[in-house]
Nanobody
């Protein structure tokens, strides 16, 4: 069993900041990558940012988040963070944590958190 538990969502005014956290726990052999996606009402789920691990850490951001959002990771805690600054009303969405991980060597799969609501008021 693998669980991803998110925290840190809430209501913030435009221009404000929030920090999301997602901790992975359970039968984890290794984690390849973790990331954040979001889904606004009536829209498809989209990538916000992701981060790989290993010898070198690579990050990837959606264009609209570059310069405002920062993804980071604590490998020792199996936790990924998303620092969101200069928030806009259009950032309002449910934010989901994703992890691509091995439950044992050779068996990798994607896991999702339950989602956390981020609401940005104008």
């Amino acid at each position: 069993q693998v669980q991803l538990v998110e925290s840190g969502g809430g209501l913030v005014q435009a221009g404000g900041s929030l920090r999301l956290s997602c901790a992975a726990s359970g039968s984890i052999s290794s984690i390849n990558a973790m990331g954040w996606y979001r889904q606004a009402p009536g829209k498809q789920r989209e990538l916000v940012a992701d981060i790989t691990s290993g010898g070198s850490t690579n990050t990837n951001y959606a264009d609209s988040m570059k310069g405002r959002f920062t993804i980071s990771r604590d490998n020792a805690k199996n936790t990924v963070y998303l620092q969101m600054n200069s928030l806009k009303p259009e950032d309002t969405a449910v934010y989901y944590c994703n992890a691509n991980l091995h439950v044992r060597p050779g068996l990798a799969a994607d896991y999702w958190g339950q989602g956390t609501q981020v609401t940005v008021s104008s």
